[in-house]
T-cell receptor
Framework: GAGVSQSPRYKVAKRGQDVALRCDPISGHVSLFWYQQALGQGPEFLTYFQNEAQLDKSGLPSDRFFAERPEGSVSTLKIQRTQQEDSAVYLC??????????????FGEGSWLTVV | GQNIDQPTEMTATEGAIVQINCTYQTSGFNGLFWYQQHAGEAPTFLSYNVLDGLEEKGRFSSFLSRSKGYSYLLLKELQMKDSASYHCAVRPYNQGGKLIFGQGTELSVKP
């Protein structure tokens, strides 16, 4: 596709509900990242995939957060038993190759999650 | 670890020049990036520095001093559409390419 596409754009979840956020990276991009962005803050790293391999999940805040990219393209971020502190924008980003030098990371517009 | 500091807010006048500073502390990094983010939109890439010096791209320039742990983004001939958040981000060495972002600087351009 022309850019990184995320869905849903907006999600309101009741506390305790499970949610799944989808990311469709730019076609052919090898690297895929998930970030969490709270209001007025910079994006915070959650996890990173190279093709289907999840190489870094050090930023996932708890075991309620799970991400997958089974075929090396589309990725899903799943949040189980959502809590109010999970309310944030979840940004997906992709990059053309393994990160070497100067590879630009392209962001999607994000999925806005509100937990009530 | 990384510690990235930027001013929270800045205000400037249309047509003027503004410099947004970023200081960082990191054990090693492979590039410093600047991103622009309009409210409700995706961050968009502005610039990338890996060596010391100035990178110029139209109205925007970015400077890096690795020895001082310092970067700035310079915006010239400000336009109203430049009102946005500007994020400084470092790419730690040998960590798969993830970016570590500062909190962002909210720039307001006034007529």
């Amino acid at each position: 596709g022309a850019g990184v596409s995320q869905s849903p754009r907006y999600k309101v979840a009741k506390r305790g509900q499970d949610v799944a956020l989808r990311c469709d990276p730019i076609s052919g991009h090898v690297s895929l990242f998930w970030y969490q962005q709270a209001l007025g803050q910079g994006p915070e790293f959650l996890t990173y995939f190279q093709n289907e391999a999840q190489l870094d999940k050090s930023g996932l805040p708890s075991d309620r957060f799970f991400a997958e990219r089974p075929e090396g393209s589309v990725s899903t971020l799943k949040i189980q038993r959502t809590q109010q502190e999970d309310s944030a924008v979840y940004l997906c980003a992709s990059s053309r190759t393994r990160i070497g030098s100067g590879n630009t990371i392209y962001f999607g517009e994000g999925s806005w999650l509100t937990v009530v | 670890g990384q510690n990235i500091d930027q001013p929270t807010e800045m205000t400037a006048t249309e047509g003027a020049i503004v410099q947004i500073n970023c200081t960082y502390q990191t054990s090693g990094f492979n590039g410093l990036f600047w991103y622009q983010q309009h409210a409700g939109e995706a961050p968009t890439f502005l610039s990338y520095n890996v060596l010391d010096g100035l990178e110029e791209k139209g109205r925007f320039s970015s400077f890096l001093s690795r020895s001082k742990g310092y970067s700035y983004l310079l915006l010239k001939e400000l336009q109203m559409k430049d009102s946005a958040s500007y994020h400084c981000a470092v790419r730690p060495y040998n960590q798969g390419g993830k970016l570590i972002f500062g909190q962002g600087t909210e720039l307001s351009v006034k007529p």
